[in-house]
């Protein structure tokens, strides 16, 4: 026993010594530290419990985010134990550090620097708050709670809650190559579309005839309720997909994917309407400027603009945005509707956009 004793605690010098190694021999070696004083040693039998309630979490850009995460001894032990606590992330793919935290010292990494903390909101907490929320956040996040042999981990995906709109430019409807897809979306204050958004936007009842761009370079198109025009009604309702497409011959229209609602988006009261011009300005005397198309579905979306006025926007378009369907405010269900791209002389109401920072 003696011999096994002055094994361990050299054993545990040379880990601790060694800086982040995994100490995994079968014991303990905090029971030892705090032993009874009879030699005796714990042979390891208190399991570590690591949960997440939430394991899909979705959030708006630019706001704050909470991961779930907490562990738990099984049995629950007398004394509280010094564990290591790690998140990783992989939003670009390859998962890194993320913030290590031991006892109330920790420590966050890269991107996260200065917007990462744990909540710890009850012992056992660990939960990643993310404050505030960037655009490249997105992905999966591993929770691990490391207690000198033992770690055990839970996986959290955190994605964008955001809408996913097809968008049309002044120049027509399938004028694009897949680069300037692209850019229409960012200059409409959004991007590409994923296949993960598109198929959260079909589920949330997107149905488009028309195959769109998405970021992986893929022609697709939701389908709600199945048609002869739009594929034909053999096929179930979902995601269509043409596949991967060539991105400098083909040109379709883009879905966009926008969630940022960073600022305000309103129907401006203004005594007279406006051309294209005179709308810009009116905006800008506001103290706002004219809404991309991006700002004007994310308000829709996100904050219920409902509103029964077509006013322009910054690409040159006229839309409205109807949560609640009525009559004489177009069809019968909720959405962004367009009147497409007018003669900029004519004469309508202006959406404006304020930024809140
Ligand atoms: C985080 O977001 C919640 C709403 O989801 C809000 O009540 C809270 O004040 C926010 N906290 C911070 C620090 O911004
Ligand atoms: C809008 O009206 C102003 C006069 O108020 C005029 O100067 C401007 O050229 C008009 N813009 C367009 C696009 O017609």
Redesign the pocket.
């Known amino acids: 026993m003696r011999i096994l004793r002055h094994l361990l605690v050299l054993l545990m010098h040379l880990v601790l010594g060694s800086g982040d190694q995994r100490f995994s021999n079968g014991y303990y070696y905090q029971d030892i530290i705090n032993g009874n004083g009879n030699g005796e040693i714990y042979f390891h039998k208190i399991r570590l419990h690591v949960e997440s309630p939430e394991t899909l979490v979705s959030a708006v850009q630019g706001?704050?985010?909470?991961l779930p995460c907490h562990y738990r001894y099984e049995p629950a032990l007398s004394e509280p134990r010094l564990t290591r606590v790690k998140w990783f992330g992989n939003p670009y793919g390859r998962e890194r550090d993320v913030m290590v935290a031991i006892g109330t010292r920790h420590r966050s990494y890269g991107d996260f620097k200065g917007r990462v903390r744990l909540r710890r909101s009850a012992p056992g907490d660990v939960s990643l708050?993310i404050?505030?929320l960037q655009s490249d956040d997105t992905g999966r996040y591993r929770c691990e709670i490391i207690d000198g042999l033992e770690d055990e981990s839970v996986t959290v995906h955190l994605k964008f809650r955001g809408v996913v709109f097809p968008y049309h430019s002044s120049r027509g409807r399938y004028l694009m190559t897949f680069h300037e897809a692209k850019e229409a979306c960012e200059k409409q204050d959004a991007q590409l579309a994923t296949f993960e958004q598109l198929y959260a936007s079909w589920e949330e009842g997107l149905d488009w005839c028309n195959a769109g761009w998405l970021i992986d370079g893929t022609a697709q198109y939701p389908i709600v309720v199945p048609r002869e025009a739009c594929g034909g009604t053999d096929l179930a309702p979902g995601v269509r997909s043409y596949g991967a497409r060539n991105k400098s011959l083909d040109r379709l229209m883009p879905f966009c994917f926008t969630s940022s609602i960073k600022g305000e988006v309103y129907f401006l009261q203004h005594p007279i309407k406006l051309n294209f011009t005179e709308a810009a300005e009116a905006c800008q005397n506001d103290g706002g400027r004219i809404a991309k198309v991006g700002q004007l579905y994310a308000a829709w979306r996100f904050v219920g603009l409902d509103q029964c006025d077509a006013g322009w926007l910054a690409d040159g378009s006229v839309r409205y945005p109807i949560i609640q369907p009525r009559m004489n405010c177009g069809a019968s269900e909720p959405g962004v509707r367009s009147f497409g791209f007018p003669p900029k002389h004519l004469k309508h109401g202006v959406y404006c956009y304020k930024a809140h920072w």
């Open positions: 706001s704050n985010v909470t708050v404050n505030p």
